[in-house]
């Protein structure tokens, strides 16, 4: 049976048509490859061991010859032994002068070494007095080792602490995973798979609080800075190092890890920007102009336990900021002057400066002039803000940092729980901007591209944008209804327009008469420079059709039905162009969703308009004749006639379907470049694609179906004279290769017609190579299969395996196979006619030579026949009156029931599947149109196009298209 169902589901079905050779075709279809996507990545937070890592930068003298510098290992193993890091920057904020030096003591205060140390460090003990000097870490009480106190404050409120064991070598991610079992959400202490994502989801943070009664034992306990520990830190050796001043305490707290890195960014922001007694000299924190986007650090709100403590809490955390401030004003007074001099620069530059003063006490005003006197980048694109949102917030200048740009809204604090949401270089805080709106891409080479997201509202020089489209020096480019940019591109230099596209009207030039009232205010050029531009498109090569949403319709359906009715001089696979035109239209110029419905509508038309070819053809060619009415074989001739039509819908069909196939595949590609591909829009446009190219694929299959079965079915009647004609008449000589048909036999030149005629066909309406292959690899296993089961079944009735009938179907074979390969089809007819070969050589051995094998030897030399037919053939072989085949013929007893059970016959259904081809299609659309029957059916489509946009308008503002004028 040849149906053209397909195996799967979802796009409806041709009717069957019933094959007596059993055909059957799969039609695998074919998946777009993937992109693999790239998901935005959250921001990672580093975290620094200690507050003295600042102070690593600074030079230090050389150690005293009889230092030992060790590792940290080494120097808690040796109780703290004097000559680490840590014990040197300790001891730098004791208040005695005369600290007691040990074995590593240089660089002290008080000792000798001390003048190797800091100049700066002479006020240190001036400046902290009062605070009680610490011992050294040498006579410091040591906890006992292996017991560390871990608080669950991250797991439940009021949670208590668990006891954890710990050593020296115990990094904090052990001790995680040691705590979460103690707290019952964790496995076994060993780790798996599981019990590591549970770890990867925790941290260990060192915290430092009081409580808030005062005092170490009573009240509630209130953390005052947050740290979190790296997985390989030590955290007993953080806890013996690193002490608390008095009146402060430590303890480790186990927190979700993203909750421990907001917390730590919070009590960081709010320590830079807003913290207690924080330098009044120090510059606000700047905004970046380049990209304005990432993760701003939030300012501590109330309740947040950031603040710093009433009372003496609040007078010992200034003291703390004094003593670090106090190194860096040794050279104030210069950085000082420094800093007025920019300042009257600027006030020198600002407008209306010259009547202004600014005193002392304005300290940002330096800054907010600074941030207003802004010099554009040399090597950078960047946008220029001309209209923004809010004032305080919107910058002048946006920059473009990477090659691609993305403008979006920020994600609000009730959306940061839900999905990852793209990446966004700008972020544009408008309600009408979208989290991702709008993509910009500015490579090396101009000109740069923008992209709208889906249902982003954005503009491009007045006009509203759709659709990917150039950008250049110059443009305007208007997002959402607030925000309106220029965009300007330093490296083109001056090779950006001369005048830019949106200006109403060419400076100094006078209106072009009348016509100027009717003229483009957008584009300033007038009524006759834009007819003799949309003559020029009317009549012009270019491979452009362009049409309104309304007109696709109509289009749509004169182009199908110009190419069934086969009127006017089309190239073969001119249909598919111009459809691809229209897909290519759809794709760059109207909306997102409005391709996934035009490929749907533009599918089922081609498949209405095939079912309709299959209907008529059908009805000439019935299956089932009138009794009486011998029925007539289809000739060559007939047979091409009646397939041409469904042989140009397969090939138009299959190059259309690549083309559909490319354009999906650049939608995927953008929607992984926005981080859309999540997006159920998306989804559901890649969804109404797919059940398109699902029926064209069926429109394939139908169409090579219907083909080889009328094919086949002309083989059928003529197949036989292979095995019957005797190629050696009186007076004849064999053809040599590559004869012309006229040359061959007359047995087989029906067979041969029937090959030429599938041949010419494929030609002329330019199938796809892989298509001709298939279909002729479907004709040659049809005539393999069919003359074998002739062969078997002539063997049984009457003496037909003589030496004499072989050697002339041998004959037969060989001039078929020498015309196959004067054609250029000896591969594929050599490979499917293999089994015919074999068993023709065989009967061709003479008689002596074949008495003398054995079933053995047989098996080994004919390995494509099967025992059945291999005993089919020796048992009915004509050897002489009253000769009976030897004993050695016979199988042995393992192959026995193989021979009785074995069917002698060739099965129709063991053919190979169709595979529809892979790659670009061969449609041409680039350049201009030099085929002259396509450019004159494309004239005609245009001004079908302009006489339907001209009836929707009054009658008396209708006119005919324009004519150009000649130069």
Same mark, same amino acid.
């Given at each position: 049976?040849?149906?053209?169902?397909?195996?799967?589901?979802?796009?409806?079905?041709?009717?069957?048509?019933?094959?007596?050779?059993?055909?059957?075709?799969?039609?695998?279809?074919?998946?777009?490859?993937?992109?693999?996507?790239?998901?935005?990545?959250?921001?990672?937070?580093?975290?620094?061991?200690?507050?003295?890592?600042?102070?690593?930068?600074?030079?230090?003298?050389?150690?005293?010859?009889?230092?030992?510098?060790?590792?940290?290992?080494?120097?808690?193993?040796?109780?703290?032994?004097?000559?680490?890091?840590?014990?040197?920057?300790?001891?730098?904020?004791?208040?005695?002068?005369?600290?007691?030096?040990?074995?590593?003591?240089?660089?002290?205060?008080?000792?000798?070494?001390?003048?190797?140390?800091?100049?700066?460090?002479?006020?240190?003990?001036?400046?902290?007095? !009062?605070? /009680?000097?610490?011992?050294? $870490?040498?006579? @410091?009480?040591? %906890?006992?080792?292996?017991?560390?106190?871990? +608080? #669950? =404050?991250?797991?439940?409120?009021?949670?208590?602490?668990?006891?954890?064991?710990?050593?020296?070598?115990?990094?904090?991610?052990?001790?995680?995973?040691?705590?979460?079992?103690?707290?019952?959400?964790?496995?076994?202490?060993?780790?798996?798979?599981?019990?590591?994502?549970?770890?990867?989801?925790?941290?260990?943070?060192?915290?430092?609080?009081?409580?808030?009664?005062?005092?170490?034992?009573?009240?509630?306990?209130?953390?005052?800075?947050?740290?979190?520990?790296?997985?390989?830190?030590?955290?007993?050796?953080?806890?013996?190092?690193?002490?608390?001043?008095? !009146?402060? /305490?430590?303890?480790?707290? $186990?927190?979700? @890890?993203?909750? %421990?890195?907001?917390?730590?960014?919070?009590? +960081? #922001? =709010?320590?830079?920007?807003?913290?207690?007694?924080?330098?009044?000299?120090?510059?606000?924190?700047?905004?970046?102009?380049?990209?304005?986007?990432?993760?701003?650090?939030?300012?501590?709100?109330?309740?947040?336990?950031?603040?710093?403590?009433?009372?003496?809490?609040?007078?010992?955390?200034?003291?703390?900021?004094?003593?670090?401030?106090?190194?860096?004003?040794?050279?104030?007074?210069?950085?000082?002057?420094?800093?007025?001099?920019?300042?009257?620069?600027?006030?020198?530059?600002?407008?209306?400066?010259?009547?202004?003063?600014?005193?002392?006490?304005?300290? !940002?005003?330096?800054?907010?002039?600074?941030?207003?006197?802004?010099?554009?980048?040399?090597?950078?694109?960047?946008?220029?803000?001309?209209?923004?949102?809010?004032?305080?917030?919107?910058?002048?200048?946006?920059?473009?940092?990477?090659?691609?740009?993305?403008?979006?809204?920020?994600?609000?604090?009730?959306?940061?729980?839900?999905?990852?949401?793209?990446?966004?270089?700008?972020?544009?805080?408008?309600?009408?901007?979208?989290?991702?709106?709008?993509?910009?891409?500015?490579?090396?080479?101009?000109?740069?591209?923008?992209?709208?997201?889906?249902?982003?509202?954005?503009?491009?020089?007045?006009?509203?944008?759709?659709?990917?489209?150039?950008?250049?020096?110059?443009?305007?480019?208007?997002?959402?209804?607030?925000?309106?940019?220029?965009?300007?591109?330093?490296?083109?230099?001056?090779?950006?327009?001369?005048?830019?596209?949106?200006?109403?009207?060419?400076?100094?030039?006078?209106?072009?008469?009348?016509?100027?009232?009717?003229?483009?205010?957008?584009?300033?050029?007038?009524?006759?420079?834009?007819?003799?531009?949309?003559?020029?498109?009317?009549?012009?090569?270019?491979?452009?059709?362009?049409?309104?949403?309304?007109?696709?319709?109509?289009?749509?359906?004169?182009?199908?039905?110009?190419?069934?009715?086969?009127?006017?001089?089309?190239?073969?696979?001119?249909?598919?162009?111009?459809?691809?035109?229209?897909?290519?239209?759809?794709?760059?110029?109207?909306?997102?969703?409005?391709?996934?419905?035009?490929?749907?509508?533009?599918?089922?038309?081609?498949?209405?308009?095939?079912?309709?070819?299959?209907?008529?053809?059908?009805?000439?060619?019935?299956?089932?004749?009138?009794?009486?009415?011998?029925?007539?074989?289809?000739?060559?001739?007939?047979?091409?006639?009646?397939?041409?039509?469904?042989?140009?819908?397969?090939?138009?069909?299959?190059?259309?379907?690549?083309?559909?196939?490319?354009?999906?595949?650049?939608?995927?590609?953008?929607?992984?470049?926005?981080?859309?591909?999540?997006?159920?829009?998306?989804?559901?446009?890649?969804?109404?694609?797919?059940?398109?190219?699902?029926?064209?694929?069926?429109?394939?299959?139908?169409?090579?179906?219907?083909?080889?079965?009328?094919?086949?079915?002309?083989?059928?009647?003529?197949?036989?004279?292979?095995?019957?004609?005797?190629?050696?008449?009186?007076?004849?000589?064999?053809?040599?290769?590559?004869?012309?048909?006229?040359?061959?036999?007359?047995?087989?030149?029906?067979?041969?017609?029937?090959?030429?005629?599938?041949?010419?066909?494929?030609?002329?309406?330019?199938?796809?190579?892989?298509?001709?292959?298939?279909?002729?690899?479907?004709?040659?296993?049809?005539?393999?299969?069919?003359?074998?089961?002739?062969?078997?079944?002539?063997?049984?009735?009457?003496?037909?395996?003589?030496?004499?009938?072989?050697?002339?179907?041998?004959?037969?074979?060989?001039?078929?196979?020498?015309?196959?390969?004067?054609?250029?089809?000896?591969?594929?007819?050599?490979?499917?006619?293999?089994?015919?070969?074999?068993?023709?050589?065989?009967?061709?051995?003479?008689?002596?030579?074949?008495?003398?094998?054995?079933?053995?030897?047989?098996?080994?030399?004919?390995?494509?026949?099967?025992?059945?037919?291999?005993?089919?053939?020796?048992?009915?072989?004509?050897?002489?009156?009253?000769?009976?085949?030897?004993?050695?013929?016979?199988?042995?007893?393992?192959?026995?029931?193989?021979?009785?059970?074995?069917?002698?016959?060739?099965?129709?259904?063991?053919?190979?599947?169709?595979?529809?081809?892979?790659?670009?299609?061969?449609?041409?659309?680039?350049?201009?149109?030099?085929?002259?029957?396509?450019?004159?059916?494309?004239?005609?489509?245009?001004?079908?196009?302009?006489?339907?946009?001209?009836?929707?308008?009054?009658?008396?503002?209708?006119?005919?298209?324009?004519?150009?004028?000649?130069?």
């Amino acid at each position: 049976m040849l149906s053209g169902e397909r195996k799967e589901g979802g796009s409806p079905r041709f009717g069957k048509l019933h094959l007596p050779v059993g055909l059957w075709i799969n039609s695998p279809r074919k998946q777009l490859a993937k992109l693999g996507r790239r998901w935005p990545s959250a921001a990672s937070v580093k975290s620094s061991s200690s507050d003295t890592g600042s102070r690593s930068s600074e030079p230090m003298a050389p150690p005293p010859p009889h230092v030992e510098l060790r590792r940290v290992g080494a120097v808690k193993a040796a109780g703290g032994a004097s000559g680490s890091r840590a014990k040197r920057i300790s001891q730098l904020f004791r208040g005695s002068g005369t600290g007691a030096s040990g074995a590593g003591g240089a660089g002290v205060p008080g000792t000798p070494g001390a003048a190797q140390r800091w100049a700066s460090e002479k006020k240190l003990p001036e400046l902290a007095a !009062g605070v /009680a000097p610490e011992p050294p $870490l040498a006579t @410091r009480p040591t %906890a006992p080792p292996g017991v560390l106190k871990i +608080f #669950g =404050a991250g797991l439940a409120s009021g949670t208590n602490y668990k006891s954890v064991l710990a050593t020296a070598r115990s990094t904090a991610r052990e001790l995680v995973a040691e705590a979460l079992e103690r707290y019952g959400l964790a496995g076994s202490a060993g780790g798996g798979p599981g019990e590591s994502s549970c770890v990867d989801a925790f941290a260990l943070c060192d915290a430092l609080g009081r409580p808030a009664a005062g005092g170490a034992g009573g009240g509630e306990w209130r953390a005052e800075h947050l740290r979190v520990l790296g997985d390989w830190e030590r955290p007993l050796l953080v806890q013996e190092l690193w002490r608390a001043r008095p !009146g402060w /305490a430590r303890r480790f707290e $186990l927190r979700g @890890r993203e909750e %421990a890195l907001r917390l730590e960014q919070e009590a +960081f #922001g =709010a320590a830079d920007g807003k913290g207690t007694g924080a330098p009044s000299w120090r510059p606000q924190k700047s905004r970046s102009r380049a990209a304005s986007g990432g993760a701003a650090l939030a300012s501590p709100g109330p309740g947040s336990g950031s603040g710093a403590p009433a009372g003496s809490g609040g007078k010992e955390r200034s003291e703390n900021l004094s003593l670090r401030r106090s190194v860096s004003e040794l050279n104030l007074q210069g950085r000082r002057r420094r800093q007025q001099e920019r300042r009257q620069q600027a006030l020198s530059m600002a407008p209306g400066a010259a009547d202004a003063q600014m005193g002392p006490g304005d300290p !940002g005003d330096l800054d907010q002039l600074s941030q207003c006197l802004i010099q554009a980048p040399s090597n950078h694109p960047y946008f220029l803000l001309l209209q923004g949102y809010q004032d305080a917030q919107d910058f002048v200048v946006y920059v473009m940092t990477r090659e691609q740009h993305v403008f979006g809204r920020g994600r609000t604090p009730s959306s940061c729980s839900g999905s990852p949401a793209p990446y966004v270089d700008t972020f544009l805080n408008a309600p009408d901007i979208l989290p991702c709106h709008c993509t910009v891409r500015a490579g090396p080479e101009p000109p740069a591209v923008v992209r709208p997201s889906r249902g982003a509202p954005v503009t491009h020089n007045g006009c509203l944008l759709l659709r990917e489209a150039e950008l250049h020096p110059g443009d305007l480019l208007g997002l959402g209804e607030h925000f309106l940019f220029m965009y300007k591109d330093p490296r083109a230099g001056g090779s950006g327009p001369v005048r830019p596209p949106w200006l109403p009207a060419r400076p100094g030039a006078t209106p072009p008469g009348l016509g100027w009232a009717f003229s483009c205010r957008l584009c300033g050029r007038g009524l006759q420079e834009r007819g003799e531009a949309l003559a020029a498109y009317l009549d012009g090569r270019e491979p452009v059709l362009r049409f309104r949403p309304c007109e696709e319709e109509a289009l749509l359906g004169e182009i199908v039905r110009a190419a069934a009715s086969g009127a006017g001089a089309l190239p073969p696979l001119g249909p598919a162009t111009l459809l691809a035109l229209c897909v290519q239209h759809s794709a760059r110029e109207l909306e997102l969703g409005h391709l996934p419905r035009m490929l749907g509508r533009l599918a089922r038309l081609i498949k209405e308009v095939v079912w309709e070819k299959i209907k008529e053809i059908g009805d000439r060619q019935p299956e089932n004749h009138t009794e009486g009415v011998p029925e007539v074989p289809l000739t060559p001739e007939a047979v091409s006639v009646e397939l041409r039509p469904l042989m140009l819908w397969m090939a138009n069909t299959t190059e259309l379907l690549s083309f559909v196939q490319e354009k999906v595949l650049e939608m995927e590609k953008e929607a992984d470049q926005d981080g859309l591909s999540s997006d159920p829009q998306l989804c559901n446009d890649l969804e109404l694609c797919d059940e398109a190219m699902a029926l064209l694929d069926e429109v394939i299959m139908c169409t090579f179906q219907q083909s080889v079965y009328y094919l086949t079915k002309t083989l059928y009647s003529t197949l036989p004279a292979l095995l019957d004609s005797n190629p050696f008449t009186a007076g004849a000589e064999l053809p040599g290769p590559g004869s012309e048909l006229g040359a061959m036999p007359p047995g087989l030149k029906p067979t041969l017609g029937v090959f030429q005629a599938a041949l010419e066909l494929t030609s002329q309406c330019e199938l796809h190579p892989d298509l001709v292959s298939q279909t002729f690899g479907y004709l040659f296993f049809f005539s393999n299969a069919s003359l074998l089961n002739s062969l078997m079944e002539r063997g049984q009735s009457r003496p037909f395996y003589q030496w004499s009938r072989a050697v002339q179907i041998r004959t037969n074979l060989d001039l078929v196979l020498d015309w196959l390969q004067g054609a250029g089809l000896a591969d594929i007819a050599t490979e499917f006619f293999r089994k015919l070969s074999i068993a023709v050589n065989l009967l061709c051995v003479p008689r002596t030579s074949l008495l003398k094998a054995s079933w053995s030897s047989l098996r080994t030399d004919y390995p494509t026949l099967t025992p059945a037919q291999l005993h089919h053939l020796l048992s009915h072989y004509q050897l002489g009156p009253g000769l009976r085949p030897p004993p050695a013929w016979d199988p042995p007893p393992a192959e026995r029931d193989v021979v009785a059970t074995g069917d002698i016959f060739e099965s129709f259904s063991s053919h190979p599947p169709l595979i529809l081809p892979l790659g670009s299609p061969r449609l041409r659309l680039t350049g201009p149109v030099t085929d002259d029957a396509l450019h004159c059916e494309l004239r005609r489509l245009r001004h079908l196009l302009w006489d339907l946009e001209q009836q929707e308008l009054p009658a008396n503002h209708r006119h005919g298209p324009p004519v150009s004028t000649p130069p």
